[in-house]
């Protein structure tokens, strides 16, 4: 059974549907993500999967439970980093951990999972102190120190430095080999394709696509990105008519096309026809980017 069962949930703001009928589940043991541009329903949606909000019309479940109905079942098998967070500035983060810590029955040892976040030094720092990314370290950890079987992680990396997004990609990934589901909502696209089995991709309060990274990917109008710069122009009417073409961009005396592989066996061709070098030629598969934007501009 899924641990996660959202159907055909529906949230509305002055008259205006935020979340319009998004169904999705999440199975056991899987990091599950959300992708979707700014406003497009991501955060609604989980805090209905959290109990925080109570949907105008639909249905949702965790672990069977219902987040509202159900709230303090909930809340000890699930953990939650919001997107937005705070606390009393004079707080340590010894005591903030502490104090979460003593929430639950069974908690996590957090002084582990603080050394793991970077966060051993800083102990005895109040958290009016703390840096950005500190803060964001601190609600992660405060998110998992109940050790909870689910936990919902609202723009992880938001405020990280590359090194310490690196750092807590890692954990997640160790997290869930431990079997702890992840609700991970992100508009980082190399964490979501690092880091997620399947992907929702909402926008406009819908489910635009629902697939595997790798799948996502195929859908992408053009799977194979070829560019380079040419040592003379070439005739956009020679390269619209390569086969299988789905998309030409100009830039700085650059040409990139997508398409698939017999679009790049068709250009190579093309410019050997025309005896024009190809500098810097380089070839590639699509990557999430390109399958995001894909998806969100066919339904805007």
């Known amino acids: 059974m899924p641990v996660i069962e959202v159907t055909d949930l529906r949230k509305s703001y002055g008259g ?36 925080l909000r109570f ?12 987040p509202v109905a159900d709230h303090e079942k909930v809340a000890r ?32 040892d ?32 405060l998110a998992l120190v109940g050790d909870p079987r689910i936990v919902v992680l609202d723009e992880l990396t938001t405020g990280l430095d590359p090194r310490a997004r690196r750092d807590t990609w890692q954990l997640i990934e ?12 992100t508009h980082f696209m190399e964490e979501a394709q690092r880091l997620c089995d399947r992907i929702a991709v909402i926008d406009q309060g819908r489910v635009a696509a629902l697939d595997t990274p790798a799948g996502l990917i195929r859908r992408a109008a053009g799977s194979t990105v070829v560019s380079f710069t040419p040592s003379v122009p070439l005739d956009d009417r020679d390269l619209n008519a390569l086969p299988a073409l789905a998309s030409i ?5 650059r040409v990139t096309l997508s398409g698939t592989d ?12 025309h005896h ?15 399958a995001f934007l894909d998806l969100t501009e066919a339904v805007t």
């Open 174 to 185: 160790d997290i869930r080999a431990n079997g702890v589901t992840v609700l991970l909502v």
């Open 110 to 141: 957090w002084r582990p999972l603080a050394e793991r976040l970077g966060l051993t030094a800083r102990l005895t720092t109040r958290f009016g102190r703390l840096s950005g990314g500190q803060k964001q370290r601190l609600f992660i950890a």
């Open 55 to 66: 949907p105008d019309a639909g249905r949702v479940r965790v672990t069977g439970l219902d």
């Open 262 to 273: 017999e679009t790049v066996n068709a250009v190579i061709t093309l410019l050997a026809r």
């Open 16 to 51: 205006r549907a935020v979340v319009d009928g998004v169904s999705f589940t999440v199975e056991e043991g899987e990091i599950f993500g959300i992708l979707g541009p700014n406003g497009a329903g991501k955060t609604t949606t989980v805090e209905c999967v959290e109990g």
């Open 276 to 290: 024009v070098t190809a500098h810097q030629l380089r070839v590639g598969d699509a990557t999430l980017d390109d």
């Open 77 to 108: 098998v699930l953990g939650a980093q919001l997107q937005q967070s705070e606390l009393q500035d004079k707080l340590t983060v010894r005591e903030a951990l502490e104090l979460y810590a003593s929430f639950h029955a069974r908690p996590a």
């Open 249 to 253: 961009e100009h830039r700085d005396g």
